[in-house]
């Protein structure tokens, strides 16, 4: 029998030619890693597998204890996910205004969630998850994704060899947007190791209020364990309107349903390509657009 098993499907995700966006810079090849094609719907799928993976191999998740964790939303959805194929309860900590959708989805996997704060956006949801966590240890495993370092071994091990080799090493510039900065570490460190010549831009919102949904402003946030300012050769700023009007372009010029992260990175790559005189640029693009159908810029 060929048949595998759901978890086996996360990772080796499409890297996409963008056909026509890109014809103004004819010596530049723009790529899109396609990280909705993951089983649970966005790149958090290969980052939450890590850290269970892990936190199994140390003892420090069994069946007698439940995951706990702070999640923006695609981290929940990932572990709401595996937890139900492995056996594990999961309990999430989400800002209240997460999508209806999302809230959904973790319901129907068989999550529990805290609804945390809207006005303190994912920060409240890690004080809180950090409050419950410290009150009793014992009944839960907190994954902590902002400090684990099994969130950018992850894309170290998966995401960064994914993409040197559809790439066939001719990869230029990679291009990821901070949420936990696990995407963007990890698969960069890779990247920088076959090739020091790479450059990592580092997308984020340009400023502290945005709609840039699972992104962080970093001068303005809890600033996550994992992440090192120093990594990144370039740090891009996008504003909310750029990455809206991309996701658009995308949709109606690519035929491709893409997250407003993923419009983010777009925004941020076509900023790149006019600055330099040839490369390939890969573009992370971590979610789908089907979430976000009813956001208001649709409606412009
Ligand atoms: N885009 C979206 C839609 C996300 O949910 C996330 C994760 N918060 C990111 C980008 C950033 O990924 P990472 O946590 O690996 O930095």
């Not at 956006?121 to 009793?136: F, M, T, V």
């Not at 990869?171 to 901070?178: D, K, P, S």
């Amino acid at each position: 029998m060929l048949a595998e098993t759901l978890l086996e499907r996360i990772g080796n995700t499409p890297l996409l030619r963008l056909q026509k966006i890109g014809r103004p810079f004819p010596s530049v090849t723009l790529l899109a890693k396609a990280e909705w094609f993951n089983p649970g719907g966005s790149v958090k799928d290969r980052a939450a597998a890590g850290i269970v993976a892990a936190a199994e191999r140390a003892g420090m998740l069994r069946p007698d204890r439940t995951l706990l964790d702070a999640s923006s939303g695609n981290t929940g959805v990932a572990y709401a996910m595996i937890g139900a194929a492995k056996g594990y309860r999961v309990k999430l900590c989400i800002p209240a205004n997460a999508s209806a959708e999302v809230i959904k989805t973790l319901k129907a996997y068989g999550a529990e969630l805290v609804l945390t704060s809207p006005l303190e956006s994912s920060d409240g949801a890690i004080r809180e998850a950090r409050r419950l966590a410290a009150k009793e240890p014992h009944r839960y495993y907190y994954a902590d994704q902002y400090n684990n370092p099994a969130n950018w071994q992850a894309h170290y091990r998966t995401t960064g060899p994914e993409i040197w080799e559809q790439t066939q090493g001719e990869i230029t510039h990679l291009i990821a947007g901070l949420g936990t900065s696990g995407t963007l570490m990890g698969t960069g460190r890779y990247l920088k190791e076959q090739k020091p010549s790479v450059q990592i831009a580092a997308v984020q919102p340009d400023s502290p209020l945005h709609g840039l949904e699972g992104l962080k402003h970093m001068t303005t946030s809890i600033v996550p364990g994992i992440y090192d300012e120093r990594f990144p050769d370039l740090n891009l700023e996008v504003k909310t309107e750029e990455a809206y009007a991309m996701v658009k372009r995308l949709a109606s010029e690519e035929g491709l349903l893409a997250g407003i992260s993923s419009g983010a990175a777009l925004a941020a790559g076509l900023v790149l390509a006019s600055k330099i005189e040839a490369g390939v640029i890969v573009m992370i693009f971590p979610d789908g657009g089907s979430r976000y159908l009813d956001e208001e810029f649709w409606k412009q």
